[in-house]
């Protein structure tokens, strides 16, 4: 089974500055996907970034990056240019590519505010 | 394309009932997973169907069930409600396929409340 933490319980952020949200994981496979989902106060669960671990390359998504350390078993997330509507709950997950048996595996959640 | 849709979006039931939560998924979608969500256990992965065959399931006691139909909808049901079953249910669609592993598309929930 695999695990995934997120050390922030909660981050703020001043408006137009740039926040990095951590999470590692702890998994035996080699191929999965990781994704980064915002869940504002309506508690809809939005996509905001997608990464397949057989690439190298860090994925972006507009102003929303990520830092993929495969060895050291990391996910960041980078917000540049931090706006009000970003302020969230964020939820890094993983998922199994050889099935999903255990469907997404969620992070306890960073609570992100946003400072005007 | 219209998103994932649940209803009811909102349920109050006594212990002892039992509910049931509808999802429609994402037009051309053929999975749909279920997930529950609390403040104590965080997001728990419930079961996925695919081709209205359970695929996949999560630790979840026998009470907890679902189904899905021809057009992909899928109904979850909770037999026996106790209070800790008060939670948000999460439905979230996936074009889905044999070995494939695609992108969840969430709904907007159903919140749950066992008095």
């Known amino acids: 089974a695999q695990t995934v933490t997120q050390s922030q319980p909660e981050m703020s952020v001043q408006e137009a500055e740039t926040v990095t949200l951590s999470c590692t994981y702890d998994t035996s496979e080699s191929d999965y996907y990781l994704f980064w989902y915002k869940q504002p106060p309506s508690r809809q669960m939005i996509l905001v970034i997608r990464?397949?671990?057989?690439?190298?390359q860090n994925a972006t998504e507009n102003r929303f990056s990520v830092n993929f350390q495969k060895a050291a078993k990391s996910f960041s997330l980078k917000i540049s240019d931090s706006q009000l509507g970003d302020a969230a709950m964020y939820f890094c997950?993983?998922?199994?590519?050889?099935?999903?048996?255990?469907?997404?595996?969620f992070g306890k959640g960073t609570h992100l505010i946003i400072q005007p | 394309k219209a998103g994932v849709t649940q209803t009811p979006r909102y349920l109050i039931k006594t212990r002892g009932q039992q509910v049931t939560l509808s999802c429609s998924p994402i037009?051309?979608?053929?999975?749909v997973s279920w997930y529950q969500q609390t403040p104590g256990q965080g997001l728990q992965f419930l079961f996925e169907y695919f081709s209205e065959t359970q695929r996949n399931k999560g630790n979840f006691p026998g009470r907890f069930s679902g189904r899905q139909f021809s057009n992909s909808r899928s109904e979850m049901n909770v037999s026996t409600l106790e209070l800790g079953d008060s939670a948000l249910y999460l439905c979230?669609?996936?074009?889905?396929?044999?070995?494939?592993?695609?992108?969840?598309?969430f709904g907007p929930g159903t919140r749950l409340t066992v008095l």
């Open positions: 990464q397949e671990a057989y690439k190298q």
């Open positions: 037009s051309g979608h053929r999975s």
């Open positions: 997950a993983f998922l199994y590519s050889g099935g999903g048996a255990d469907g997404l595996t």
């Open positions: 979230a669609s996936s074009l889905g396929g044999t070995g494939a592993t695609d992108t969840q598309y």
